[in-house]
């Protein structure tokens, strides 16, 4: 599946990083200016990413590598149906996780990240691939559900690593997320902005 028009916005961060938070503000910020975006999650609302959302709600608790499976499975079918149809007519799509959370959360879970790319190899590279940083600490406070605190930070601290190991290889770029919202709200902003005005030079 390729990119040829529209503009493709990633957001990612661990669990409480703000991600729903500010991809929302986005859009908001970018109808405010005229452009044509649409916010969308994963899992998605078709019909993997609901059985996804069952799976965790219920905490039952399948092999990682299945998860890796059906993620990727919802993914396909998120790009089908949601992503590339705007992006076809030109418009701008913010995602609320996307193949980075793939690797940073199966990949927490020890699953080979050559081979979690490897089957998430149909998923397009997006225009702008942001990692929201926030420390499990803060994250896990803004939030409190599911499983024992303790448990949940150690294993959000492993998924946070992978993130900034992403960082460094150029994969996501940086925002500080532990800031006041109108703060992260403006650099993702001007960056989103940046990335739009690139593309639409280069005319792609
Ligand atoms: N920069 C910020 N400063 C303070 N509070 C924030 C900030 N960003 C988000 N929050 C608050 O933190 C909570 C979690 O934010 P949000 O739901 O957007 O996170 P998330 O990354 O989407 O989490 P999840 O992975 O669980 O969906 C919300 O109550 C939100 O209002
Ligand atoms: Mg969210």
Redesign the pocket.
Known sequence: MSLKVGVFIV?E????????????NLCLQLHRKGYLARYT?EPSGNVIGRLLRREFLNRRKAPPEVETLLFAADRFQHLRQEVMPTLRRGGIVVS??YIYASIAYQGAQKVDIGWIRCVNNFAPKPDLAIY?D?PAEV?MS??R?GRSVMERLEFEKRVREIYLKLVKDGELTYID?????E???KDIFNIAIETITKKHIAGT
């Open positions: 957001i961060g661990i669990d409480g990083a703000g991600k729903t938070l500010h991809s929302k999650a609320d996780r929201l926030v994250a803004r939030i559900r997320g532990d800031r006041p919202v703060d992260v709200d």
